[in-house]
């Protein structure tokens, strides 16, 4: 038996493992063998599950072979838990060992082998060595084995041993160090391959499973990487050189864009692409592009990336189509009008050219009786029939543009003279002697035309229409169903004088304090409670009485009044806003309209911020409501709303859809809300293109993060069909008219009520 004392000079844990033997009753002399063996099947399941383990250590193994040449050497490999899985080298030593039941798929222990160098160098986490008689048993005695564990080393865990045998004559210190040095090397084997492996699945969820289009390329522009995006889409598929593409391929664009790419180390980004797809569909995409460099700035190859933008894109141009075009007709509209005027009359001052444009201004007769006997939609279906029929007639003689209402422009060129002028009204007029049908019924309904030729009548694209609408007024003052060429009696007509007495009413009703403002209740569809007014304006003049916005607001902004009015406006709310705070009213927020000319002057921002510390309102608790229009000059709309949001208060579009409409520059605006025209609420529930245009702007405000107030809302089909596309705010008839101060303060918590009531 071995004594204790014969342990003091071997290493601590060498002698620990010894004490344990002999305190196990092991007999030294004794030839132990493994109790614990792997069926066949589980040492093959256990291989495949270790393959790629064993590859890499197996390679390293023979590299220790191979430099030991010449030298009886065993080298065995084990799991973490001690189960032989690999033995190779000397076949002497290995048929000896064999006879000790030491073969692959037995499982060395401490408690059946005693003191051995595999359960050690598993135990120990340290490279260890039994020479001689540190083994416990004396059949190991000729035998110098070494051992090491090797682990993967991100996370420590422990995946077997490797393993050295050989006889004690041939001991020598090099084999531990040869030994750590390959167990090194196998850990940071290991540890890279299982790097790759997570590289390889985080690249098959950013490029396979990415739903933007994925390209990647070496350096000569061979492909070797691609989604199914791309290859599904374009067959552009691994192995290709996306370089040497034909340009009659459908990814032309792609190819040409990637050779600049892989040749000039270019960079795009954001460029736009009209593409088709191998099923021939137009597929709009934003592309991006940019050379790959590694760690020592070598080009290694390129990354491109395709945005499918086509929902978008065909939204935007559909909002841009609208911007130009009357929805109801489809004919170009007004802001149309003005633009082909403008571009007629200054190429023909740029050029020196003579050119000759007659302007036929066209409004049916008694229209509004029609649209109260038969209702707004089918006052909709006679506008279209009547824009088909001034179509047809047109040809190509002309362009017909739709105002707005029942009002039509006709734009001709080239009429000789006032003879082919006149005789092309009297064919218009006549036109309406064929009866339209509306629900099967049969009527007649007449039209007036005024009339106006450049640059006679006007040599400007305003001054031309205003004389065309003066001579329509003076077909409608003769009885109506004629046509009327413009003359200069024409110039100050009954309508001008009115315009100008009110306009002087106007000039004394701000120092008389004839305005007063109305609020009228925003209800939010979520918690059902009023969350804020619009302030509204009004006037309440002694000689008129209560004049209607639509009447004296044009009248207030061609006077240059609107700004000064304005800022009274907002001064009052200001103050409204503080007082009703003082009476115990809950917090909301006030919008208030801003005019265009209010928008144009330059101390715009300094007023607002004056105004604010002057009465102490909260900034987030006003909303700055402008229009669409106002936003033109975009560099300095984004000037001043960037100053305006800095002051902390909230910025509106107004009747969003029926103006200047650019997706591109509203995405850079800061504003807040987009409020939608009452003019496409109204018929929602009877006009699918009024419910698209709708549904669209909600979702597309919704992307842009905006909230969305629905104007005009009057019935509950409205108003449900508002809930279910998620608008958030609504504001009309149905739940309050616009109120005065004092009948809003006295109803509020009534109101609120009510409200609540509506939607049950």
Same mark, same amino acid.
């Given at each position: ?181 390959? !167990? +090194? ?5 290991? %540890?890279?391959?299982? $790097? ?6 985080? *690249?098959? /969820? ?71 797809? !191998? +099923? ?5 995409? %934003?592309?991006?592009? $940019? ?6 700035? *070598?080009? /290694? ?83 279209? $029939? ?375």
């Amino acid at each position: 038996m071995i004594k204790i004392k014969e342990l003091i000079h071997e290493e601590d844990y060498i002698a620990q493992s010894k004490r344990k033997c002999i305190e196990a009753g092991m007999d030294p002399n004794e030839i132990r063998k493994p109790k614990r063996s792997m069926s066949e099947q589980e040492l093959l399941q256990k291989r495949n599950t270790y393959s790629e383990i064993l590859s890499v250590v197996d390679f390293f193994s023979k590299k220790i072979l191979d430099s030991l040449s010449g030298t009886p050497v065993l080298i065995v490999i084990s799991d973490e838990n001690g189960y032989l899985l690999h033995i190779v080298g000397d076949e002497t030593i290995k048929i000896t060992i064999q006879q000790l039941g030491i073969q692959v798929g037995a499982q060395f222990t401490h408690e059946d082998m005693g003191t051995n160098v595999i359960s050690l160098s598993l135990q120990q986490g340290h490279p260890v060595q039994l020479i001689g008689s540190n083994h416990y048993h004396t059949i190991l005695h000729d035998s110098a084995c070494y051992g090491a564990a090797f682990h993967y080393t991100d996370n420590n865990n422990l995946l077997g041993s490797i393993c050295i045998m050989t006889a004690t004559e041939l001991h020598n210190p090099f084999f531990l160090t040869m030994l750590s040095t390959v !167990v +090194d090397s196998i850990e940071r084997e290991l %540890l890279l391959r299982k $790097q790759n492996r997570k590289l390889n699945m985080l *690249n098959q /969820i950013i490029v396979n499973k990415n739903r933007n289009g994925i390209i990647i390329t070496n350096a000569d522009g061979i492909i070797n990487s691609v989604n199914d995006f791309v290859a599904e889409s374009f067959h552009i598929h691994k192995g290709i050189n996306i370089v040497d593409r034909s340009q009659q391929n459908p990814e032309c664009l792609v190819s040409s864009h990637m050779k600049q790419v892989i040749h000039n180390k270019m960079s795009f980004d954001n460029v736009q692409m009209i593409l088709q797809t !191998v +099923d021939y569909q137009k597929v709009v995409c %934003l592309f991006d592009a $940019q050379p790959i460099y590694d760690e020592t700035n *070598n080009f /290694i190859g390129s990354y491109s990336q395709l945005r499918d933008i086509t929902e978008r894109y065909l939204n935007e141009e559909r909002h841009n189509y609208l911007a130009y075009h009357d929805e109801l007709t489809s004919l170009p509209n007004r802001r149309s009008l003005h633009e082909t005027l403008n571009h007629h009359i200054s190429s023909s001052l740029t050029s020196g050219n003579h050119i000759d444009l007659v302007l036929m201004f066209l409004d049916l007769d008694h229209f509004k009786t029609i649209n109260d006997a038969f209702g707004h939609s089918n006052g909709d279906n006679l506008l279209k $029939q009547v824009s088909s029929r001034l179509v047809h007639f047109l040809g190509d003689t002309g362009k017909v543009f739709r105002m707005g209402g029942d009002e039509f422009i006709f734009l001709f060129h080239g009429l000789n003279g006032q003879k082919e002028v006149a005789s092309t009204g009297k064919r218009i007029i006549d036109l309406f002697d064929t009866p339209f049908t509306i629900n099967d019924s049969k009527f007649h309904v007449t039209a007036s035309i005024g009339i106006a030729i450049y640059p006679n009548d006007g040599t400007d694209a305003e001054t031309f229409m205003v004389y065309a609408d003066n001579a329509m007024y003076k077909s409608k003052s003769k009885g109506r169903n004629n046509y009327t060429l413009f003359d200069s009696n024409m110039k100050s007509n009954a309508k001008e004088k009115d315009k100008l007495s009110l306009e002087v009413s106007l000039r004394e009703a701000l120092d008389n304090k004839e305005f007063i403002v109305y609020y009228q209740p925003q209800v939010d569809l979520i918690t059902k409670e009023i969350i804020g007014v619009e302030a509204l304006l009004r006037w309440n003049s002694p000689q008129y009485g209560i004049v209607a916005p639509d009447a004296f607001i044009p009248i207030l902004e061609d006077s240059g009044l609107i700004s000064q009015v304005g800022e009274w406006v907002l001064r009052e709310v200001c103050n409204q806003s503080k007082r009703w705070l003082d009476m115990g009213l809950p917090k909301f927020r006030i919008a208030v309209n801003l005019s265009s000319q209010q928008f144009l002057k330059d101390n715009l921002v300094e007023v607002i911020s004056n105004t604010l510390i002057e009465t102490g309102m909260d900034p987030n608790d006003l909303e700055l409501e402008i229009t669409e229009t106002m936003t033109m000059d975009v560099e300095r709309a984004i000037n001043v709303l960037g100053q305006l949001n800095a002051l902390g208060v909230r910025i509106s579009i107004d009747d969003f859809g029926t103006g200047y409409s650019s997706l591109n520059y509203l995405k850079k605006f800061p504003i807040h809300t987009l409020k939608i025209d009452k003019s496409f609420v109204r018929d929602i529930m009877f006009n699918k293109n009024d419910l698209n245009i709708v549904s669209t702007i909600i979702s597309m405000a919704h992307n842009l993060n905006l909230v969305v107030v629905a104007e005009g809302v009057e019935t509950k089909d409205q108003l449900n069909f508002l809930q279910l596309k998620k608008c958030d705010t609504v504001q009309g008839y149905y739940f309050s008219k616009p109120l005065s101060v004092d009948d809003f303060e006295k109803s509020f918590y009534q109101l609120n009520d009510d409200i609540k009531n509506q939607f049950l």
